[in-house]
């Protein structure tokens, strides 16, 4: 216990969080079983440490840190670990990678039964179904998704700013009044770019190649995120990456599932399957028309977040698809997005219309019920937003 005390203080003293994630003040921290998912790079564990730094400091036993990539919970579950730390006044234990420990979810249903007054905080993977595959966290474990670099956030960490987060209806209503606290300051346009092509994954502040070490990343989504956790065999490893590299090669457009099945030699329902897979580890989005969900087809498919687009194919970049893509990634978190009637369009929370669509464009006729995120642009005007400012969400 001792080393996993040293190594929790060492981490703690060495923690650099550049900046405060929003989701450290969206957590009830009261709860006593917290899930925090997210996509392999976003800064999870970084995460779980900035919170023991806050709130316990380096010193205080009450709190640990402990990865289940550690070997010795290879022979010891997390249950026995758990009562052994609760008896030496442990009150808060921070697990990192739990799905890397098998029967997890049986052994956080023990912890929460034998240990009243323990509080367990744990990370996993986007592709893990907290709820929906692990039934006995049922009505325990309150769960939380963790975000990579909003534009904000990005924004913030190079300029020195602290510009608070706004909600969708906000920078409807009101995205001049606050585009006029923002551009005194700085010129948001000046940083896009950056974040468009390497902002999304806080692994951009080390002293590495980003490209590949996002590349790196996403091999590791497909390879452990979606096979260990789905338990797929690794023979079909390569069907799952070539399916994806096909996806990305396609941009964002309504996927052909047959073409697709016989491209990399499996069925219809395969392929659709591997597509929710691939959607689950955040490497894609799925967009479906209203009232459509899984398995139907969807109504387009595109890369999570523009950094993936400048990973996988640099030399075939269309600015209407990055765009898109940015809009698209910035609003999944908070609102549901299904696809408009007309391209570029998208209907958001099943009420409202907006189109992406370049400011340089002097040919384009505004409708009034139809919000414009317009790129290319600083500033906008009554039903004609800025994008960047989507950047703002959170």
């Known amino acids: 216990m001792d080393a996993f005390y040293r190594t929790h203080t060492y981490l703690v003293e060495h923690t650099y969080a550049p900046v405060r994630r929003i989701l450290m003040d969206e957590i009830n921290w009261d709860d006593r079983m917290i899930g925090i998912k997210g996509t392999r790079g976003v800064g999870k564990t970084t995460f779980l440490l ?96 963790l975000s990579g670099f909003s534009f904000r956030e990005f924004l913030n960490l190079r300029t020195g700013n602290s510009f608070p987060a706004f909600t969708l209806q906000e920078i409807i209503h009101n995205h001049e009044h606050i585009a006029k606290q923002i551009l005194p300051k700085v010129s948001p346009l000046k940083y896009f770019q950056d974040y468009i092509h390497h902002g999304f994954y806080p692994f951009f502040l080390e002293n590495r190649n980003f490209s590949e070490n996002l590349l790196k990343t996403m091999n590791m989504m497909t390879e452990v995120d979606i096979l260990l956790i ?42 659709m399957n591997y597509i ?14 209203i009232g459509q969900e899984f398995p139907k087809k969807p109504a387009k498919v595109m890369l999570n977040n523009t950094n993936l687009i400048y990973a996988i194919y640099p030399i075939q970049l269309e600015r209407q698809d990055l765009m ?38 002097k040919k384009m006729r505004f409708s009034p019920d139809t919000i414009y995120a317009r790129y290319n642009t600083e500033i906008g005007k009554d039903n004609r937003i800025p994008l960047w400012l989507f950047g703002f969400l959170y």
């Open 276 to 289: 929710k897979y691939l959607a689950d580890a955040r490497l894609i989005n799925i967009i479906y028309p």
């Open 50 to 145: 900035q919170y023991a730094k806050e709130h316990f400091g380096t010193t205080d036993r009450g709190c640990l840190y402990i990865n289940m990539n550690n070997f010795y919970f290879q022979g010891r579950g997390i249950a026995d670990f758990a009562g052994e730390f609760y008896r030496r006044g442990g009150r808060v234990l921070l697990i990192d990678q739990v799905f890397k420990q098998p029967n997890w979810s049986s052994e956080l249903r023990r912890c929460y039964d034998y240990y009243p007054k323990l509080k367990i905080v744990f990370t996993g993977s986007s592709v893990m179904r907290l709820k929906d595959e692990n039934p006995e966290l049922n009505g325990i474990v309150k769960s939380y998704n």
């Open 324 to 361: 898109e893509t940015f809009f698209v990634n910035t609003l999944w978190r908070c609102h549901v997005i299904n696809e408009g009637n007309k391209p570029g369009v998208y209907l958001i929370d099943g009420t409202t219309k907006f189109r992406v669509c370049d400011a340089e464009n």
């Open 230 to 271: 789905k338990q797929i065999e690794l023979k079909y490893l390569t069907k799952i990456k070539k399916l994806f590299y096909q996806l990305a090669l396609e941009g964002p457009r309504s996927p052909n599932i047959s073409s697709l099945a016989k491209d990399i030699s499996a069925s219809r329902a395969t392929v």
